[in-house]
Nanobody, 115 residues
Framework: QVQLVESGGGLVQAGGSLRLSCAAS????????MGWYRQAPGKQRELVAA???????TYANSVKGRFTISRDNAKNTVSLQMNSLKPEDTAVYYC?????????WGQGTQVTVSS
């Protein structure tokens, strides 16, 4: 069973920063790509950023230059540093393990950015 535990969501004003973290088991973390997705009300869940087991990253165009995804191999965690936050970043953010091309989700954490 895939188990992912997210933390770090909250309320922040536009221009502020938040850091999200996701803890995974060592076996899952070491063998699979990890990602952060988000889903705003009335919108589809979308990929925000992903990182492979080898450290290669990809980002949605809307967050390039503002968000950074990283892996901590010692702690088996993946993080998303979010800077220069905008109201349109408001969403539930989900950590995901990408296993065989299929995402397995954490419980989600709310990020709200006020104007």
């Amino acid at each position: 069973q895939v188990q992912l535990v997210e933390s770090g969501g909250g309320l922040v004003q536009a221009g502020g920063s938040l850091r999200l973290s996701c803890a995974a088991s060592k076996s899952i973390f070491s063998r699979n790509a990890m990602g952060w997705y988000r889903q705003a009300p009335g919108k589809q869940r979308e990929l925000v950023a992903a990182i492979t087991s080898g450290g290669s990253t990809t980002y949605a165009n809307s967050v390039k230059g503002r968000f950074t995804i990283s892996r901590d191999n010692a702690k088996n965690t993946v993080s998303l540093q979010m800077n220069s936050l905008k109201p349109e970043d408001t969403a539930v953010y989900y950590c995901a393990a990408l296993i065989g091309g299929t995402p397995y989700w954490g419980q989600g954490t709310q990020v709200t950015v006020s104007s």
